[in-house]
């Protein structure tokens, strides 16, 4: 079982560490980087010295740089990379990680990975929270950063029972509502900048928010709108209404209404999702060091995230439209590759092809393929898969980026890749072939 399995890790952990130094190498991304506040909360705990680094991906260059006489942690990444951690010299690397795993595990290697297990839903922030209470650390203050992870990688969509209980421990106000983040702002902001859930002629139109506000008879209480969480049962049946009319290809139950978490961050009650988001935006901004520290409870970093956060959002807009405005878009059946080039970041693609395949723009089983230069003669791509039935888009990448040398990784919903820049075309025409291959086995 996953739970006895990390607490035989963590007992090796603590026998193998004694008077080593540590390095925590984790993922740029929302659950890679509370994986790396855990941890950090844990190293400190246990009096060990240490030091991080947060990487956008683990590739040969990274690995070869890994000083070998440490103790290498590996957290949110790396399962799909153990024929290139073999090489390494360590004599003892961790890895926590949830992603799928399909190589086999080098003897220098300690594993803590669910898919090895019961394949039992969890994050990788979830992973290293219960690893940090089977060292018997004071982890209940990171119970919230768990939940915070969690939401980075849309684990409160279907709980597990490991998930329940970290939200238990966290002591989480868990509420029914519209799936608009965040709940605990002025419902005229949150829906001017909704974009997961993405609302035609609202996100991003002010004049569109103030329509809907006024069609589902919601008005401002003195100088403001209420928030979310504020909102009677009356007021929030109109409100899911009127945003339902204006996504008809999303199912009510599917999209709109869901569970709402709120953590104690900063000596105050914030939402989950946005604390997520923001934390996801840092990091994609090139700030993974603000982001970490934002975590941590470091009031500078909070300032200056709540700066990069509005900027990251006036971003999210505007890439939306060059998006469809590209001209190096492919539309297929059931699919759609959008190429962006070198006019939208290469960290903001996966989060493209996530607002795409939230919206109600296309059907389910539908997969968004996005793609960006990342300004190193090199390509990245994302797929996501639009709702939960379809084909696995990690299964697809990994045929399309094979025969390339690229590296890839993902879930059954959500993949990406990195390739030569001299390769995209070869992979959109290998995506393409792939792709209606399997609608005519279809």
Do not use: W
Not at 68 to 90: C, G, H, T, V
Not at 120 to 136: D, H, P, T
Not at 187 to 204: C, D, F, H, K
Request: hydrophobic fraction near 40%; include cysteine.
């Amino acid at each position: 079982m996953l739970e006895e399995r990390i607490k035989e890790i963590s007992q090796l952990f603590k026998q193998k560490s004694a008077n080593k130094e540590i390095l925590v190498v984790s993922h740029h991304d929302t659950d890679g980087i509370t994986s790396a506040a855990i941890m950090i909360k844990t190293l400190k705990s246990l009096e060990k010295i240490f030091s991080v680094k947060i990487i956008k991906s683990l590739d040969n260059i990274v690995i070869k740089n890994l000083p070998p006489e440490k103790i290498i942690i590996f957290l949110d990444l790396a399962s799909n990379s153990l024929q290139l951690i073999e090489k390494m010299k360590n004599d003892f690397i961790f890895i926590i990680d949830h992603h799928e795993i399909n190589q086999t595990v080098p003897e220098n290697v300690y594993i803590i990975n669910p898919q090895l297990h019961n394949k039992e839903a969890i994050s990788s922030a979830g992973l290293c929270y219960l690893f940090a209470k089977a060292l018997n650390v004071n982890s209940k203050e990171m119970a919230s950063l768990a939940v915070i992870g969690m939401m980075g990688d849309l684990h409160e969509k279907n709980l597990s029972k490991l998930n329940n209980q970290i939200i238990t421990e966290g002591e989480v106000i868990v509420k029914r509502g519209v799936m608009l983040y965040p709940a605990t702002r002025p419902l005229n902001r949150v829906l001017e900048y909704s974009a997961e859930p993405y609302i035609p002629g609202v996100t991003g139109n002010i004049e569109g928010v103030m329509d809907l506000l006024k069609e589902a008879q919601i008005e401002k209480v003195g100088n403001a709108y209420k928030t979310l969480i504020e909102l009677d049962e009356d007021e929030m049946t109109r409100l899911v209404t009127t945003i339902v009319l204006r996504r008809p290809k999303i199912g009510f139950k599917r999209e709109i209404i869901g569970t709402i978490y709120l953590v104690k961050r900063f000596g105050k009650l914030e939402d989950a999702r946005e604390i997520s988001a923001k934390i996801n935006a840092c990091s994609r901004l090139g700030e993974s060091e603000t982001a970490l520290l934002f975590c941590l409870e470091n009031q500078k970093a909070k300032n200056k995230i709540e700066t990069m956060y509005a900027k990251y959002k006036q971003e999210i807009i505007s890439s939306l439209q060059t998006l469809k405005e590209s001209s190096q878009r492919v539309i297929g059946k059931e699919y759609e590759i959008f190429h962006a080039g070198k006019t939208i970041r290469d960290t903001m693609i996966g989060t493209m092809a996530s607002i795409l395949a939230h919206s109600s723009l296309y059907e389910e089983g539908t997969i968004i393929i996005t793609m960006a230069d990342d300004g190193d003669e090199k390509v990245k791509a994302s797929l996501r898969l639009v709702g939960n039935q379809g084909r696995n888009v990690k299964s697809v990448v990994e045929q399309a980026v094979l025969s390339l040398g690229g590296e890839y990784g993902g879930h059954n919903t959500a993949a990406g890749c990195t390739i030569d820049k001299n390769k995209e075309q070869q992979f959109i025409n290998n995506i393409k072939s792939c792709l209606e291959i399997e609608m005519i086995k279809v």
